[in-house]
């Protein structure tokens, strides 16, 4: 990493740091707003108003293995047909929302206008999903970004979006795994593509002991990126591997 980029990554990183202060400051002294319509909220929903969030784009049916919309909701412990022929590395995936207006904006003036309200809303609602989940998860992990995009970006939105998940389920929140080479952005590109830019795409240097991961990322698109960092994982001795996002493109 040249002198120039590690410089601009920790201001960047100071600038995330102090925001993340100013805003926990600003939350324990001033009342909480809907980050969609900015209605003064209070009680359980903190972030997002009980309005806005009956309007969100909620996945109706989901498979409960890749987390990919189906017509019918399927019984329990019964899988969709690509997952039954083909089983994933992952052994739950949970992505309560479809990436459709406003999660999609929301999630873009997080990531690319540096909105970072926005990851405590979303990951409120991450939060109450987690009974979803299988219990014996224990760490979560965020998708790591390519050391040149941090930098760029400054802040990593799925870690971001862990913060509340580690605060209130008591989760660390693993390290060790890094992104071995930049990824083009995916989108618009087909399946074939993507997996051929992702293939080892992710490093896992250690994995601390922990048994079962959560990988927690903010949009998932083919699922590719969650199956390679999940196989690095098990590769590299995690037993099992679940998945939460926040939407999915349908
Ligand atoms: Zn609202
Ligand atoms: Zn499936």
């Not at 540096?114 to 405590?120: D, F, H, S």
């Amino acid at each position: 990493m040249n002198t120039f980029m590690e410089w601009r990554a920790l201001l960047h990183a100071c600038r995330t740091r102090t925001a993340g202060l100013l805003r926990e400051l600003d939350d324990s002294i001033m009342p909480l707003r809907c980050v969609f319509c900015g209605t003064a909220t209070e009680g359980p929903e903190r972030r997002i108003c009980s309005g806005c969030r009956g309007d969100l784009p909620w996945m109706e049916n989901a498979c409960a293995r890749c987390g990919a919309a189906i017509a019918v909701d399927l019984p329990r412990g019964v899988h969709c047909a690509a997952c039954q022929a083909r089983p994933p590395p992952v052994l739950a995936m949970v992505v309560p929302l479809r990436y459709e207006f406003p999660v999609d904006a929301g999630l873009k003036a997080l990531k690319f206008g540096r909105r970072l309200q926005y990851a405590p809303a979303f990951g409120e609602l991450l939060l109450a999903e987690m009974a979803r989940l299988p219990a014996d998860i224990d760490a979560l992990l965020p998708v790591p970004l390519h050391w040149r995009r941090q930098a760029f970006r400054g802040f990593n939105q799925a870690r971001e979006l862990c913060r509340p998940l580690a605060r209130h389920c008591a989760l660390p929140i693993m390290t060790g795994v890094s992104r071995r080479r930049p990824t083009p952005f995916q989108s618009g590109l087909a399946a074939t593509q993507r997996r051929k830019n992702l293939r080892r795409a992710f490093l896992v240097r250690k994995t601390s002991g922990f048994q079962h991961v959560l990988i927690v990322d903010d949009v998932v698109t083919t699922g590719e990126t969650t199956r390679q960092l999940a196989t690095a994982l098990i590769r590299g001795g995690v037993k099992k591997v679940s998945v939460l996002a926040v939407a999915r493109a349908v």
